[in-house]
T-cell receptor, first 115, second 113 residues
Framework: AQKVTQAQTEISVVEKEDVTLDCVYE???????LFWYKQPPSGELVFLIR????DEQNEISGRYSWNFQKSTSSFNFTITASQVVDSAVYFC????????????WGAGTKLIIKP | GAGVSQTPSNKVTEKGKYVELRCDPI?????LYWYRQSLGQGPEFLIY????????DSGLPNDRFFAVRPEGSVSTLKIQRTERGDSAVYLC???????????FGQGTRLTVV
C-alpha cells in the first residue's frame, strides 16, 4: 500500500520565521519518487521538487530546503525567513517505479504567513 | 499559451446531466493527466494519457467517467449522469513525457446541484 501523511493540517507563523512542513510516506518499493507541490489561492499546483529514492542528499534552493531521510521515511520541507507570498497549501506526493506518473498525494498543509 | 489551459473554469450542472471538461496541454507535451481534488484533500489520480492512448485509467471511479485525447493534444473528460458526489475541482496536467515534471492547469470547479 502507498500512503503519504502530512500530519500538520495548518501552520501559522509570523513573517521571517523559519517553518518546516512534515511529510511521512509508506511504500514497499525500493524505487520511488517524492514530490512537493505548492498550491496558492489561485488553485494552480506549482512543482517545487522531485527526488528519487536513491538520492538522499538534502537539497537547498534559495529559501527552500528539503530533508530526505529513508530511515524515517520522511521528506520534510523547510522555508527559511518566510514571506507572506509563501502562504499556500503545500502537498507532498509519492509515486512508485520508474514511470512516476501516478502520484499519491498527502492531504496538504495549509501555511499561513502573517505580516 | 504558455501553460496548461482548462475550460470552463467553473461549471454548475444539475444532477443527472452530462458534462465535458476540456484541457489544453502545453504544446509538445506528450503526457497528460487528469486528477480530481475535493475540498481539503490532495488530488486524486484519474487517468494518464501517453499520446493519444490512455496508458492508465485505473483511477476513473466508475463507468460514468470517460476521457479522450484523439489527436494527442487536447483532452476532454466526460462525465455522464452526474451526481452530487462528483462535485470537485478537476485538474489537468501535462509533461514532456511520462514521469517528468508535470505542469498543472488552474482546474475546473464542477458543482452538481
Amino acid at each position: 500500500a502507498q500512503k503519504v501523511t502530512q500530519a500538520q493540517t495548518e501552520i501559522s507563523v509570523v513573517e521571517k520565521e523559519d517553518v518546516t512542513l512534515d511529510c511521512v510516506y509508506e511504500t514497499r518499493d525500493t524505487t520511488y519518487y517524492l514530490f512537493w507541490y505548492k498550491q496558492p489561492p489561485s488553485g494552480e499546483l506549482v512543482f517545487l521538487i522531485r527526488r528519487n529514492s536513491f538520492d538522499e542528499q538534502n537539497e537547498i534552493s534559495g529559501r527552500y530546503s528539503w530533508n530526505f531521510q529513508k530511515s524515517t521515511s520522511s521528506f520534510n520541507f523547510t522555508i527559511t525567513a518566510s514571506q507572506v507570498v509563501d502562504s499556500a497549501v503545500y502537498f507532498c506526493a509519492l509515486s512508485e517505479g520508474d514511470s512516476n506518473y501516478q502520484l499519491i498525494w498527502g492531504a496538504g498543509t495549509k501555511l499561513i504567513i502573517k505580516p | 499559451g504558455a501553460g496548461v489551459s482548462q475550460t470552463p473554469s467553473n461549471k454548475v450542472t444539475e444532477k443527472g446531466k452530462y458534462v465535458e471538461l476540456r484541457c489544453d496541454p502545453i504544446s509538445g507535451h506528450t503526457a497528460l493527466y487528469w486528477y480530481r481534488q475535493s475540498l481539503g484533500q490532495g488530488p486524486e489520480f484519474l487517468i494518464y494519457f501517453q499520446g493519444t492512448g490512455a496508458a492508465d485509467d485505473s483511477g476513473l471511479p466508475n463507468d460514468r467517467f470517460f476521457a479522450v485525447r484523439p489527436e494527442g493534444s487536447v483532452s476532454t473528460l466526460k462525465i455522464q449522469r452526474t451526481e452530487r458526489g462528483d462535485s470537485a475541482v478537476y485538474l489537468c496536467a501535462s509533461s514532456r513525457r511520462g514521469g517528468s515534471e508535470a505542469f498543472f492547469g488552474q482546474g475546473t470547479r464542477l458543482t452538481v446541484v
